[in-house]
């Protein structure tokens, strides 16, 4: 069965990076697109990119261009997202979850990791 | 940016009852809405895609509709099981791809 097992919890500091993996397993890693959502404490669904395995071509939400980077490891089939100059705010579950493929259409997100929680405090 | 609103925020309601919950669209998006439940300290877990069809699994007293910009979820018979947060997510007009606030279902 498809599972996305992501890395466990981290804490930062302010202005510090985090690295977050997410291990696919169950299907073909490079078919179907992964993206990244987060979800600050008591709060909604945040979209934040995705990336496309086969190319490791990326689609970004513009509030975290220029400090986000989401890349991939085919021969493992893990996906990584990495925010750097961390800040209070970014205090979150960030979630993998993977779009329904072909690579080729815009479709659901039907499976979901397990989340990792991202704390930054001094 | 296509921004998702749900209504209501709390629904409170009695088990056996039937909860409707709306999810409307700032501009058209056709049938590419999905649903999702949340439970705490949980991921979400799709219910509903492309509007109306059910994902495997999901028991056949969620139902969705609608199209274009007005959708609705309705679960005719609420489960124990059914108290959660329920989210509603457009992925037509990308990026980005957009969630609503979320309607929790809580017992009454």
């Known amino acids: 069965q498809v599972q996305l097992v992501q890395s466990g919890a981290e804490v930062r500091k302010p202005g510090a990076s985090v690295k977050v993996s997410c291990k696919a397993s169950?299907?073909?890693?490079?078919?179907?697109?992964i993206h990244w959502v987060r979800q600050a404490p008591g709060q909604g669904l945040e979209w934040m990119g995705r990336i496309n395995p086969t190319s490791g071509g990326a689609n970004y939400a513009q509030k975290f261009q220029d400090r986000v980077a989401m890349t991939r490891d085919t021969s493992i089939s893990t996906a990584y997202l990495e925010l750097s100059r961390l800040k209070s705010d970014d205090t979150a579950v960030y979630f993998c979850a993977r779009e329904q493929g072909p690579l080729n259409m815009i479709l659901h997100f039907d499976n979901w990791g397990q989340g990792t929680l991202v704390t930054v405090s001094s | 940016e296509t921004v998702m609103t749900q209504s209501p925020a709390t629904l409170s309601v009695s088990p056996g009852e039937r909860a409707t919950l709306s999810c409307r669209a700032s501009?058209?998006?056709?049938?590419?809405l999905a649903w999702f439940q949340q439970k705490p300290g949980q991921a979400p877990r799709l219910l509903i895609y492309?509007?109306?069809t059910r994902a495997t699994g999901i028991p056949a007293r969620f139902s969705g509709s609608g199209s274009g910009a007005e959708f609705t979820l309705t679960i005719s018979s609420l489960q124990s099981d059914d108290f959660a947060v329920y989210f509603c997510q457009q992925y037509y007009n990308w990026p980005p791809w957009t969630f609503g606030q979320g309607t929790k279902v809580e017992i009454k």
């Open positions: 492309g509007a109306s």
């Open positions: 501009q058209n998006i056709n049938y590419n």
């Open positions: 169950g299907y073909i890693f490079s078919g179907y697109h």
